[in-house]
Protein backbone atom coordinates (compact mmCIF):
# COMPACT_ATOMS: atom_id res chain seq x y z
CA UNK A 1 0.00 0.00 0.00
CA UNK A 2 2.85 2.34 0.86
CA UNK A 3 4.23 1.42 -2.36
CA UNK A 4 1.15 2.20 -3.88
CA UNK A 5 0.64 5.96 -2.48
CA UNK A 6 4.59 6.51 -3.15
CA UNK A 7 4.42 5.91 -6.83
CA UNK A 8 1.07 7.92 -6.83
CA UNK A 9 3.04 10.75 -5.30
CA UNK A 10 5.60 10.74 -8.01
CA UNK A 11 3.75 10.36 -11.12
CA UNK A 12 1.85 13.35 -9.98
CA UNK A 13 5.23 15.68 -9.36
CA UNK A 14 6.23 14.35 -12.80
CA UNK A 15 3.26 15.50 -14.06
CA UNK A 16 3.23 18.88 -12.42
CA UNK A 17 6.55 19.25 -14.11
CA UNK A 18 5.68 18.37 -17.16
CA UNK A 19 2.99 20.59 -17.49
CA UNK A 20 4.73 23.55 -15.90
CA UNK A 21 7.65 23.09 -18.65
CA UNK A 22 4.75 22.90 -20.84
CA UNK A 23 3.47 26.70 -20.00
CA UNK A 24 7.18 27.76 -19.70
CA UNK A 25 7.88 26.55 -23.48
CA UNK A 26 4.28 28.55 -24.76
CA UNK A 27 5.83 31.75 -22.93
CA UNK A 28 8.88 31.51 -24.61
CA UNK A 29 7.28 30.30 -28.21
CA UNK A 30 4.58 32.86 -28.33
CA UNK A 31 4.87 35.67 -30.88
CA UNK A 32 5.60 38.97 -29.36
CA UNK A 33 3.40 41.69 -29.94
CA UNK A 34 4.27 44.11 -32.71
CA UNK A 35 6.01 47.34 -31.50
CA UNK A 36 3.15 49.97 -31.22
CA UNK A 37 4.03 52.78 -34.01
CA UNK A 38 1.09 54.98 -34.11
CA UNK A 39 1.63 58.36 -36.37
CA UNK A 40 -1.70 59.91 -34.09
CA UNK A 41 -1.03 62.04 -30.97
CA UNK A 42 -1.41 61.53 -27.68
CA UNK A 43 -0.81 62.97 -24.54
CA UNK A 44 0.29 60.02 -22.77
CA UNK A 45 3.61 59.10 -23.51
CA UNK A 46 3.73 55.66 -24.68
CA UNK A 47 6.10 53.34 -23.66
CA UNK A 48 9.47 52.03 -26.00
CA UNK A 49 8.05 48.81 -27.56
CA UNK A 50 10.97 46.01 -26.54
CA UNK A 51 12.01 44.03 -29.63
CA UNK A 52 14.51 46.19 -30.03
CA UNK A 53 17.45 48.23 -28.03
CA UNK A 54 16.60 51.49 -27.21
CA UNK A 55 19.55 53.38 -29.07
CA UNK A 56 17.72 51.84 -32.41
CA UNK A 57 15.59 54.70 -31.60
CA UNK A 58 15.61 58.47 -31.78
CA UNK A 59 13.24 60.72 -29.21
CA UNK A 60 12.99 64.67 -29.51
CA UNK A 61 11.09 67.21 -29.68
CA UNK A 62 10.92 68.53 -32.79
CA UNK A 63 8.34 71.57 -32.92
CA UNK A 64 5.79 73.23 -30.84
CA UNK A 65 2.30 72.32 -31.48
CA UNK A 66 1.37 75.77 -32.34
CA UNK A 67 3.57 75.21 -35.44
CA UNK A 68 1.42 72.91 -37.44
CA UNK A 69 -2.43 74.45 -38.24
CA UNK A 70 -5.11 72.59 -39.32
CA UNK A 71 -4.65 71.11 -43.37
CA UNK A 72 -1.38 72.13 -42.82
CA UNK A 73 2.12 69.68 -43.51
CA UNK A 74 5.46 70.49 -42.27
CA UNK A 75 8.85 68.70 -43.00
CA UNK A 76 10.79 69.07 -39.04
CA UNK A 77 14.36 67.55 -37.78
CA UNK A 78 14.45 64.98 -35.51
CA UNK A 79 18.10 65.74 -33.61
CA UNK A 80 21.00 65.04 -36.27
CA UNK A 81 19.19 61.31 -37.22
CA UNK A 82 16.90 63.01 -39.97
CA UNK A 83 13.47 64.64 -40.71
CA UNK A 84 9.68 63.94 -40.19
CA UNK A 85 6.58 65.36 -41.61
CA UNK A 86 4.46 65.97 -39.69
CA UNK A 87 0.46 66.37 -40.48
CA UNK A 88 -2.37 67.88 -38.86
CA UNK A 89 -5.69 66.84 -40.23
CA UNK A 90 -9.27 66.41 -38.51
CA UNK A 91 -7.63 67.63 -35.59
CA UNK A 92 -4.80 64.53 -35.46
CA UNK A 93 -1.42 65.47 -35.80
CA UNK A 94 0.73 62.47 -37.23
CA UNK A 95 4.60 61.42 -38.20
CA UNK A 96 5.71 59.95 -41.42
CA UNK A 97 8.23 59.49 -43.59
CA UNK A 98 9.35 62.94 -45.11
CA UNK A 99 10.16 61.75 -48.94
CA UNK A 100 8.32 60.05 -51.49
CA UNK A 101 9.36 56.44 -51.98
CA UNK A 102 9.58 56.38 -55.26
CA UNK A 103 12.42 58.88 -56.53
CA UNK A 104 12.41 60.96 -52.96
CA UNK A 105 10.22 64.14 -53.48
CA UNK A 106 9.89 66.34 -50.34
CA UNK A 107 6.26 65.35 -49.11
CA UNK A 108 6.03 68.72 -47.63
CA UNK A 109 5.61 70.61 -51.20
CA UNK A 110 3.06 67.45 -52.26
CA UNK A 111 -0.73 67.77 -51.85
CA UNK A 112 -2.40 67.06 -48.73
CA UNK A 113 -5.79 65.24 -49.86
CA UNK A 114 -8.56 63.56 -47.38
CA UNK A 115 -6.28 61.45 -45.31
CA UNK A 116 -3.60 60.87 -47.57
CA UNK A 117 -0.55 62.95 -49.34
CA UNK A 118 -0.08 62.53 -52.91
CA UNK A 119 3.49 63.28 -53.97
CA UNK A 120 3.97 66.36 -56.44
CA UNK A 121 6.33 65.14 -58.97
CA UNK A 122 4.90 61.40 -59.78
CA UNK A 123 1.94 61.08 -57.85
CA UNK A 124 2.22 58.00 -55.67
CA UNK A 125 -0.29 58.35 -52.59
CA UNK A 126 0.56 57.49 -49.02
CA UNK A 127 -2.25 57.35 -45.91
CA UNK A 128 -1.41 59.66 -43.19
CA UNK A 129 -2.19 58.03 -40.46
CA UNK A 130 0.17 54.66 -41.10
CA UNK A 131 2.26 55.88 -43.83
CA UNK A 132 1.27 52.83 -46.46
CA UNK A 133 1.42 53.47 -49.99
CA UNK A 134 -2.42 53.56 -51.68
CA UNK A 135 -1.25 54.57 -55.24
CA UNK A 136 1.87 54.26 -56.84
CA UNK A 137 4.49 54.21 -58.67
CA UNK A 138 7.02 52.58 -56.57
CA UNK A 139 6.77 49.59 -53.71
CA UNK A 140 7.79 50.56 -50.61
CA UNK A 141 5.38 52.03 -47.82
CA UNK A 142 6.02 55.42 -45.70
CA UNK A 143 7.65 54.83 -42.19
CA UNK A 144 5.15 55.96 -39.78
CA UNK A 145 6.60 57.53 -35.78
CA UNK A 146 4.83 58.16 -32.60
CA UNK A 147 3.93 61.27 -31.97
CA UNK A 148 2.97 62.36 -28.32
CA UNK A 149 1.81 66.02 -27.38
CA UNK A 150 2.74 67.78 -24.13
CA UNK A 151 2.84 71.42 -22.54
CA UNK A 152 2.56 72.51 -26.46
CA UNK A 153 5.82 70.50 -27.31
CA UNK A 154 5.58 67.89 -30.35
CA UNK A 155 7.75 64.76 -29.52
CA UNK A 156 8.76 62.07 -32.15
CA UNK A 157 10.20 58.53 -31.63
CA UNK A 158 11.16 56.41 -34.38
CA UNK A 159 13.56 54.41 -35.37
CA UNK A 160 17.11 55.34 -36.59
CA UNK A 161 17.25 52.89 -39.92
CA UNK A 162 13.57 53.91 -40.82
CA UNK A 163 14.81 57.96 -40.96
CA UNK A 164 17.73 56.75 -42.81
CA UNK A 165 15.89 54.77 -45.50
CA UNK A 166 12.68 56.54 -44.93
CA UNK A 167 10.96 53.14 -46.83
CA UNK A 168 8.81 50.23 -45.04
CA UNK A 169 8.17 47.09 -46.64
CA UNK A 170 4.41 46.44 -45.29
CA UNK A 171 4.65 42.56 -43.31
CA UNK A 172 4.15 39.58 -45.55
CA UNK A 173 2.51 36.04 -44.74
CA UNK A 174 4.47 33.73 -45.06
CA UNK A 175 4.60 30.78 -47.94
CA UNK A 176 2.97 27.52 -46.16
CA UNK A 177 3.46 24.39 -48.40
CA UNK A 178 0.21 23.30 -47.06
CA UNK A 179 -1.81 25.63 -48.56
CA UNK A 180 -2.47 24.13 -51.95
CA UNK A 181 -3.91 27.36 -53.61
CA UNK A 182 -1.91 28.76 -56.73
CA UNK A 183 -1.38 31.62 -58.12
CA UNK A 184 0.21 32.70 -61.65
CA UNK A 185 1.21 35.82 -62.52
CA UNK A 186 2.50 37.22 -66.08
CA UNK A 187 4.53 40.08 -66.96
CA UNK A 188 7.41 41.04 -65.32
CA UNK A 189 6.32 44.62 -65.33
CA UNK A 190 5.48 46.87 -62.42
CA UNK A 191 1.47 45.48 -62.25
CA UNK A 192 2.69 41.82 -61.68
CA UNK A 193 5.63 42.90 -59.03
CA UNK A 194 3.00 44.64 -57.11
CA UNK A 195 0.63 41.92 -57.78
CA UNK A 196 2.67 39.07 -55.95
CA UNK A 197 3.80 41.52 -53.34
CA UNK A 198 -0.03 42.50 -52.09
CA UNK A 199 -0.91 38.99 -51.92
CA UNK A 200 2.01 38.15 -49.49
CA UNK A 201 0.39 41.46 -47.64
CA UNK A 202 -2.60 40.40 -47.67
CA UNK A 203 -2.12 36.92 -46.24
CA UNK A 204 -2.12 34.52 -48.83
CA UNK A 205 0.49 31.88 -48.27
CA UNK A 206 -0.19 29.43 -51.40
CA UNK A 207 2.14 28.58 -54.13
CA UNK A 208 2.78 32.42 -56.38
CA UNK A 209 4.86 31.98 -59.57
CA UNK A 210 5.81 35.39 -61.49
CA UNK A 211 7.10 34.40 -64.71
CA UNK A 212 9.42 37.09 -66.59
CA UNK A 213 10.10 37.25 -70.52
CA UNK A 214 13.02 39.44 -69.72
CA UNK A 215 16.39 37.86 -68.04
CA UNK A 216 15.53 40.41 -65.36
CA UNK A 217 13.59 40.56 -61.65
CA UNK A 218 10.71 43.64 -62.58
CA UNK A 219 12.82 46.82 -62.93
CA UNK A 220 11.61 50.34 -63.16
CA UNK A 221 11.14 50.34 -67.17
CA UNK A 222 10.65 54.05 -66.88
CA UNK A 223 14.57 54.56 -66.73
CA UNK A 224 14.97 52.81 -70.47
CA UNK A 225 15.18 55.74 -72.10
CA UNK A 226 15.31 58.37 -69.94
CA UNK A 227 18.24 57.20 -68.35
CA UNK A 228 20.01 54.83 -70.53
CA UNK A 229 23.28 54.50 -69.06
CA UNK A 230 21.03 52.49 -65.66
CA UNK A 231 22.88 49.62 -63.97
CA UNK A 232 20.13 46.91 -64.18
CA UNK A 233 21.39 45.98 -60.18
CA UNK A 234 20.44 49.05 -59.24
CA UNK A 235 17.43 49.51 -61.38
CA UNK A 236 15.53 46.48 -60.40
CA UNK A 237 12.39 46.66 -57.59
CA UNK A 238 13.25 43.57 -55.61
CA UNK A 239 16.46 41.32 -55.17
CA UNK A 240 16.83 37.79 -55.63
CA UNK A 241 16.62 37.30 -51.87
CA UNK A 242 13.85 39.39 -51.57
CA UNK A 243 11.48 36.99 -53.29
CA UNK A 244 13.11 34.03 -52.06
CA UNK A 245 13.05 35.19 -48.39
CA UNK A 246 8.81 35.58 -49.10
CA UNK A 247 8.34 32.39 -51.08
CA UNK A 248 7.71 33.99 -54.50
CA UNK A 249 9.26 32.11 -57.28
CA UNK A 250 10.18 34.14 -59.96
CA UNK A 251 10.97 32.46 -63.73
CA UNK A 252 13.02 34.98 -65.43
CA UNK A 253 13.92 34.81 -69.11
CA UNK A 254 10.71 32.38 -69.62
CA UNK A 255 7.75 33.35 -71.88
CA UNK A 256 3.99 32.49 -71.90
CA UNK A 257 3.40 30.73 -74.81
CA UNK A 258 -0.27 29.38 -74.31
CA UNK A 259 -2.89 29.86 -71.58
CA UNK A 260 -5.94 27.46 -71.54
CA UNK A 261 -8.16 28.90 -69.54
CA UNK A 262 -10.83 25.38 -69.23
CA UNK A 263 -7.98 23.75 -67.66
CA UNK A 264 -6.68 26.47 -65.64
CA UNK A 265 -2.77 25.53 -67.17
CA UNK A 266 -0.07 28.08 -68.69
CA UNK A 267 2.34 27.13 -71.26
CA UNK A 268 5.80 28.01 -70.75
CA UNK A 269 8.65 28.90 -73.68
CA UNK A 270 10.73 26.45 -71.87
CA UNK A 271 8.83 23.40 -72.38
CA UNK A 272 7.08 23.29 -68.66
CA UNK A 273 4.09 23.91 -67.44
CA UNK A 274 2.03 25.56 -64.66
CA UNK A 275 -1.39 24.86 -63.30
CA UNK A 276 -3.38 27.99 -61.15
CA UNK A 277 -6.08 28.51 -59.37
CA UNK A 278 -6.30 31.91 -60.20
CA UNK A 279 -4.12 33.72 -63.31
CA UNK A 280 -3.14 37.51 -63.32
CA UNK A 281 -1.60 38.45 -66.87
CA UNK A 282 0.19 41.73 -67.00
CA UNK A 283 2.49 40.89 -70.12
CA UNK A 284 2.24 44.72 -71.23
CA UNK A 285 3.20 46.07 -75.19
CA UNK A 286 6.08 45.33 -77.60
CA UNK A 287 7.74 48.87 -79.12
CA UNK A 288 6.84 49.02 -83.09
CA UNK A 289 8.96 48.78 -85.66
CA UNK A 290 7.19 50.56 -88.50
CA UNK A 291 7.34 48.11 -91.93
CA UNK A 292 10.06 49.73 -93.75
CA UNK A 293 13.55 48.61 -95.57
CA UNK A 294 16.33 48.83 -93.36
CA UNK A 295 14.13 49.05 -90.10
CA UNK A 296 16.24 46.17 -88.69
CA UNK A 297 19.98 47.31 -88.77
CA UNK A 298 22.13 47.75 -86.68
CA UNK A 299 21.99 50.86 -84.59
CA UNK A 300 17.85 50.86 -85.10
CA UNK A 301 16.58 51.03 -81.75
CA UNK A 302 13.19 51.37 -80.32
CA UNK A 303 12.57 51.67 -76.59
CA UNK A 304 10.52 49.17 -73.94
CA UNK A 305 13.43 46.44 -72.45
CA UNK A 306 16.40 47.67 -70.55
CA UNK A 307 18.94 46.95 -73.00
CA UNK A 308 17.34 48.92 -76.11
CA UNK A 309 18.60 52.04 -73.57
CA UNK A 310 22.17 50.15 -72.79
CA UNK A 311 22.71 49.39 -76.07
CA UNK A 312 22.08 53.17 -77.08
CA UNK A 313 23.96 54.12 -74.07
CA UNK A 314 26.91 52.29 -75.41
CA UNK A 315 27.33 53.96 -79.03
CA UNK A 316 26.99 57.55 -78.30
CA UNK A 317 29.87 59.49 -79.37
CA UNK A 318 30.62 63.23 -80.25
CA UNK A 319 30.37 62.68 -84.10
CA UNK A 320 27.51 60.45 -83.76
CA UNK A 321 24.38 61.62 -86.15
CA UNK A 322 20.58 61.10 -84.57
CA UNK A 323 17.45 60.61 -86.39
CA UNK A 324 14.32 59.99 -84.43
CA UNK A 325 10.98 59.26 -85.83
CA UNK A 326 7.81 60.32 -84.38
CA UNK A 327 7.03 62.57 -81.74
CA UNK A 328 5.57 60.60 -78.73
CA UNK A 329 7.30 61.47 -75.36
CA UNK A 330 9.35 58.14 -75.35
CA UNK A 331 10.89 59.47 -79.15
CA UNK A 332 11.95 62.66 -77.43
CA UNK A 333 12.86 61.57 -74.45
CA UNK A 334 15.58 59.38 -76.46
CA UNK A 335 16.17 62.88 -78.49
CA UNK A 336 16.70 64.64 -75.49
CA UNK A 337 19.23 62.20 -73.77
CA UNK A 338 20.95 62.28 -76.83
CA UNK A 339 21.36 65.57 -77.10
CA UNK A 340 22.40 65.83 -73.02
CA UNK A 341 25.70 63.47 -74.52
CA UNK A 342 26.95 66.16 -77.01
CA UNK A 343 26.17 64.35 -80.22
CA UNK A 344 27.07 65.88 -83.42
CA UNK A 345 23.51 66.27 -84.63
CA UNK A 346 19.96 65.45 -83.49
CA UNK A 347 16.96 65.39 -86.43
CA UNK A 348 13.47 64.78 -85.03
CA UNK A 349 11.42 63.52 -88.64
CA UNK A 350 7.50 63.60 -87.32
CA UNK A 351 4.22 63.02 -88.71
CA UNK A 352 2.48 66.56 -87.69
CA UNK A 353 3.48 69.59 -87.14
CA UNK A 354 4.25 69.83 -83.41
CA UNK A 355 5.23 67.02 -80.36
CA UNK A 356 2.33 65.96 -77.96
CA UNK A 357 -0.91 67.62 -79.74
CA UNK A 358 -3.40 65.13 -79.41
CA UNK A 359 -2.53 65.10 -75.37
CA UNK A 360 -1.54 68.31 -74.42
CA UNK A 361 -2.44 70.36 -77.17
CA UNK A 362 -0.75 72.14 -80.32
CA UNK A 363 -0.10 75.45 -78.04
CA UNK A 364 1.84 73.36 -75.56
CA UNK A 365 3.12 70.90 -78.00
CA UNK A 366 4.64 74.17 -80.30
CA UNK A 367 6.36 75.16 -76.56
CA UNK A 368 7.90 72.34 -76.34
CA UNK A 369 9.08 71.91 -79.76
CA UNK A 370 10.81 75.44 -79.32
CA UNK A 371 12.35 74.40 -76.39
CA UNK A 372 14.12 71.28 -78.13
CA UNK A 373 14.97 73.67 -81.43
CA UNK A 374 16.91 75.72 -78.45
CA UNK A 375 18.69 72.98 -77.29
CA UNK A 376 20.30 71.85 -81.04
CA UNK A 377 17.63 69.59 -82.14
CA UNK A 378 16.13 69.94 -85.80
CA UNK A 379 12.72 69.27 -86.27
CA UNK A 380 11.50 67.60 -90.11
CA UNK A 381 7.35 68.06 -89.91
CA UNK A 382 4.57 66.58 -91.82
CA UNK A 383 7.00 63.60 -92.94
CA UNK A 384 8.04 60.13 -92.39
CA UNK A 385 10.65 57.43 -92.94
CA UNK A 386 10.15 55.91 -96.55
CA UNK A 387 13.50 53.51 -95.39
CA UNK A 388 16.81 53.36 -93.74
CA UNK A 389 20.15 52.84 -95.85
CA UNK A 390 22.57 50.19 -94.92
CA UNK A 391 26.15 51.50 -95.15
CA UNK A 392 27.41 48.57 -96.55
CA UNK A 393 27.99 47.09 -92.72
CA UNK A 394 24.79 46.17 -91.85
CA UNK A 395 24.66 49.34 -89.78
CA UNK A 396 22.53 52.68 -90.32
CA UNK A 397 24.24 54.81 -92.73
CA UNK A 398 21.16 57.09 -94.41
CA UNK A 399 17.61 57.14 -94.07
CA UNK A 400 15.39 58.42 -97.14
CA UNK A 401 12.04 60.43 -96.14
CA UNK A 402 8.86 60.18 -97.63
CA UNK A 403 9.21 63.59 -100.07
CA UNK A 404 12.68 61.73 -101.00
CA UNK A 405 15.29 63.71 -99.02
CA UNK A 406 18.09 62.38 -97.89
CA UNK A 407 19.49 62.03 -93.97
CA UNK A 408 23.29 60.83 -93.23
CA UNK A 409 22.30 59.27 -89.75
CA UNK A 410 24.57 56.57 -87.79
CA UNK A 411 21.57 55.88 -85.77
CA UNK A 412 17.97 56.02 -85.56
CA UNK A 413 15.87 56.09 -82.85
CA UNK A 414 12.20 55.11 -82.97
CA UNK A 415 9.33 56.11 -80.63
CA UNK A 416 6.02 55.50 -83.24
CA UNK A 417 3.41 53.32 -80.54
CA UNK A 418 3.41 50.09 -79.00
CA UNK A 419 1.32 46.63 -79.98
CA UNK A 420 -0.02 44.25 -76.82
CA UNK A 421 1.59 41.18 -76.15
CA UNK A 422 -1.44 39.13 -75.87
CA UNK A 423 -0.94 37.01 -79.04
CA UNK A 424 -0.64 33.84 -76.76
CA UNK A 425 -4.22 34.73 -75.09
CA UNK A 426 -5.94 33.20 -78.94
CA UNK A 427 -7.41 30.56 -78.31
CA UNK A 428 -7.10 30.26 -74.53
CA UNK A 429 -10.80 31.23 -73.61
CA UNK A 430 -10.13 34.94 -72.53
CA UNK A 431 -11.48 37.16 -75.18
CA UNK A 432 -9.22 39.28 -77.14
CA UNK A 433 -10.36 42.62 -78.74
CA UNK A 434 -9.24 43.68 -81.87
CA UNK A 435 -6.89 46.00 -80.86
CA UNK A 436 -5.56 42.95 -78.47
CA UNK A 437 -6.37 44.51 -75.49
CA UNK A 438 -8.39 42.72 -72.89
CA UNK A 439 -11.98 43.69 -71.77
CA UNK A 440 -12.55 43.78 -67.92
CA UNK A 441 -14.68 44.82 -65.44
CA UNK A 442 -14.60 47.26 -62.33
CA UNK A 443 -12.38 44.13 -60.41
CA UNK A 444 -10.11 43.49 -63.53
CA UNK A 445 -11.79 39.98 -64.18
CA UNK A 446 -11.95 39.38 -67.82
CA UNK A 447 -14.60 37.43 -69.35
CA UNK A 448 -13.25 34.09 -67.34
CA UNK A 449 -13.58 34.37 -63.52
CA UNK A 450 -10.41 32.99 -63.05
CA UNK A 451 -8.70 35.30 -65.28
CA UNK A 452 -7.35 38.90 -64.41
CA UNK A 453 -5.78 41.55 -66.68
CA UNK A 454 -4.58 44.54 -65.67
CA UNK A 455 -1.96 47.01 -67.18
CA UNK A 456 -1.34 48.10 -70.41
CA UNK A 457 -3.37 45.58 -72.14
CA UNK A 458 -6.32 46.08 -69.77
CA UNK A 459 -9.27 47.71 -71.50
CA UNK A 460 -10.59 48.81 -68.00
CA UNK A 461 -12.97 51.15 -66.48
CA UNK A 462 -11.22 54.44 -65.55
CA UNK A 463 -13.24 55.59 -62.61
CA UNK A 464 -12.23 59.26 -62.71
CA UNK A 465 -13.97 59.66 -66.18
CA UNK A 466 -17.53 58.32 -65.31
CA UNK A 467 -15.98 54.47 -65.32
CA UNK A 468 -15.85 54.55 -69.32
CA UNK A 469 -13.32 51.86 -70.17
CA UNK A 470 -10.09 52.99 -72.02
CA UNK A 471 -6.55 51.02 -72.59
CA UNK A 472 -4.35 53.56 -70.41
CA UNK A 473 -0.33 52.86 -70.62
CA UNK A 474 0.28 54.87 -67.65
CA UNK A 475 3.40 53.50 -65.35
CA UNK A 476 1.52 54.56 -62.00
CA UNK A 477 -1.97 52.93 -63.02
CA UNK A 478 -0.55 49.98 -63.69
CA UNK A 479 1.04 49.36 -60.29
CA UNK A 480 -2.27 50.31 -59.26
CA UNK A 481 -3.99 47.64 -61.24
CA UNK A 482 -1.49 44.63 -59.58
CA UNK A 483 -3.16 46.15 -56.12
CA UNK A 484 -6.54 45.73 -56.78
CA UNK A 485 -5.84 42.15 -59.10
CA UNK A 486 -4.56 40.61 -56.18
CA UNK A 487 -7.56 42.29 -53.87
CA UNK A 488 -9.88 40.49 -55.79
CA UNK A 489 -8.25 37.52 -56.21
CA UNK A 490 -8.46 36.61 -52.55
CA UNK A 491 -11.81 37.85 -52.75
CA UNK A 492 -11.66 40.88 -50.77
CA UNK A 493 -13.82 42.90 -53.47
CA UNK A 494 -12.22 46.10 -54.69
CA UNK A 495 -13.45 48.40 -57.15
CA UNK A 496 -11.03 49.90 -59.36
CA UNK A 497 -10.74 53.98 -58.32
CA UNK A 498 -8.66 54.58 -61.03
CA UNK A 499 -6.90 58.09 -61.71
CA UNK A 500 -4.63 57.84 -64.46
CA UNK A 501 -1.57 60.23 -63.88
CA UNK A 502 1.05 60.45 -66.15
CA UNK A 503 4.83 62.67 -66.36
CA UNK A 504 7.70 62.96 -68.47
CA UNK A 505 11.19 64.67 -68.04
CA UNK A 506 13.00 66.62 -71.06
CA UNK A 507 15.83 68.07 -69.96
CA UNK A 508 15.54 70.41 -66.79
CA UNK A 509 11.34 70.47 -67.26
CA UNK A 510 8.83 68.28 -66.11
CA UNK A 511 5.05 67.84 -67.66
CA UNK A 512 2.45 66.35 -65.56
CA UNK A 513 -0.70 64.96 -66.56
CA UNK A 514 -3.81 63.71 -64.94
CA UNK A 515 -7.13 63.05 -65.84
CA UNK A 516 -8.61 61.32 -69.24
CA UNK A 517 -11.33 62.41 -71.55
CA UNK A 518 -11.38 64.05 -75.25
CA UNK A 519 -11.41 67.98 -74.53
CA UNK A 520 -12.92 70.80 -76.42
CA UNK A 521 -11.04 73.44 -75.13
CA UNK A 522 -8.08 74.25 -73.03
CA UNK A 523 -7.94 77.38 -70.09
CA UNK A 524 -4.22 78.15 -69.67
CA UNK A 525 -2.85 79.49 -66.61
CA UNK A 526 0.60 81.09 -66.55
CA UNK A 527 3.14 81.49 -69.53
CA UNK A 528 2.55 78.33 -71.74
CA UNK A 529 5.64 79.50 -74.43
CA UNK A 530 8.41 79.86 -71.21
CA UNK A 531 6.97 76.18 -69.65
CA UNK A 532 5.44 77.73 -67.05
CA UNK A 533 1.82 76.92 -66.99
CA UNK A 534 -1.00 74.86 -65.51
CA UNK A 535 -3.52 73.44 -68.65
CA UNK A 536 -7.24 72.55 -67.86
CA UNK A 537 -8.93 70.45 -70.26
CA UNK A 538 -12.39 71.08 -70.92
CA UNK A 539 -15.14 68.40 -72.53
CA UNK A 540 -17.97 71.18 -72.77
CA UNK A 541 -17.90 72.60 -69.43
CA UNK A 542 -16.30 69.83 -67.05
CA UNK A 543 -12.69 69.20 -66.12
CA UNK A 544 -11.18 65.97 -67.62
CA UNK A 545 -7.90 66.66 -67.07
CA UNK A 546 -4.82 68.82 -66.09
CA UNK A 547 -1.41 69.70 -67.19
CA UNK A 548 1.60 71.76 -65.85
CA UNK A 549 5.35 72.72 -66.63
CA UNK A 550 6.56 74.09 -62.98
CA UNK A 551 3.35 74.48 -61.27
CA UNK A 552 3.68 71.52 -58.61
CA UNK A 553 1.61 70.71 -56.98
CA UNK A 554 -1.82 71.62 -59.01
CA UNK A 555 -1.91 68.32 -61.46
CA UNK A 556 -1.42 66.45 -57.89
CA UNK A 557 -4.28 68.21 -56.40
CA UNK A 558 -6.37 67.97 -59.18
CA UNK A 559 -6.01 64.01 -58.97
CA UNK A 560 -6.86 64.17 -55.41
CA UNK A 561 -9.86 65.65 -57.00
CA UNK A 562 -11.05 63.21 -58.68
CA UNK A 563 -9.92 60.72 -56.23
CA UNK A 564 -12.11 61.80 -54.22
CA UNK A 565 -15.17 61.77 -56.82
CA UNK A 566 -15.30 65.63 -57.05
CA UNK A 567 -14.81 67.19 -60.50
CA UNK A 568 -14.51 70.77 -61.11
CA UNK A 569 -16.08 72.90 -63.66
CA UNK A 570 -14.94 75.51 -65.80
CA UNK A 571 -16.39 78.22 -63.59
CA UNK A 572 -14.14 76.63 -60.82
CA UNK A 573 -11.26 77.74 -63.16
CA UNK A 574 -12.27 80.77 -64.96
CA UNK A 575 -13.33 83.18 -61.72
CA UNK A 576 -10.73 85.60 -60.02
CA UNK A 577 -9.24 83.14 -57.88
CA UNK A 578 -8.54 79.98 -60.28
CA UNK A 579 -6.89 77.82 -57.47
CA UNK A 580 -9.95 78.29 -55.05
CA UNK A 581 -11.14 74.82 -55.45
CA UNK A 582 -7.61 73.35 -53.94
CA UNK A 583 -10.04 74.30 -50.71
CA UNK A 584 -12.18 71.38 -51.98
CA UNK A 585 -9.65 68.83 -51.00
CA UNK A 586 -10.16 68.23 -47.39
CA UNK A 587 -13.90 68.77 -46.92
CA UNK A 588 -14.89 65.48 -47.96
CA UNK A 589 -15.78 62.84 -45.37
CA UNK A 590 -12.33 60.87 -44.29
CA UNK A 591 -13.02 57.04 -46.08
CA UNK A 592 -11.32 53.89 -45.00
CA UNK A 593 -7.70 53.86 -46.35
CA UNK A 594 -6.83 50.53 -47.82
Not at 6 to 15: G, I
Not at 408 to 418: K, L, N, R
Not at 538 to 551: P, Q
Request: hydrophobic share 35%; proline share 3%.
Amino acid sequence: MRLLLSLYKLHKLVESSHANHTRLFHALTKPKPPPIMGCSTSKVEVSRSTDAPSDDYVEGVVCKDSDIKENEMKSFDLGDAGKVLLVRQKGKLSAIGNKCTHYGAPLSGAALGDGRVRCQWHGACFNILNGDIEDFPGLDSLPCYQVTVENDEVKVRARRSELQTNKRVKPMTKKDVREAQNIVVIGGGPSGAVCVETLRQEGFSGQITLVCKEPHLPYDRVLVNKAMHSEIEKTQFRTDKFYQEHGIDVLKGVEATSVNASDKTVALSNGKSLSYDRLYVATGMSANRPDIPGANLQNVFVYRNFEDGRNTHAILRNDLKVVVLGASFIALEAAAYCLDKDVADVTIVMRGNVPFKPLAGERIGAAFKKFFEDKGARFITNSGFARIIDDGTGKVGKVELVDGTVLDADMVAMGVGSSCLTDFLKGSGVDLRSDGTVEVNEFLQSNNQSVYVGGDIAYAPVWSHNNQKAAIGHYPLAHYHGKIAALNMLGKTKQLQAVPYFWTKLFSKSLRYAGHGKYTDIIYIGNVEQLKFVAFYLDGDEVVAASSVAWDPVVSQFAEILAQGQKLYRKDVENDDKFQWTKKLHHSEQTDCD
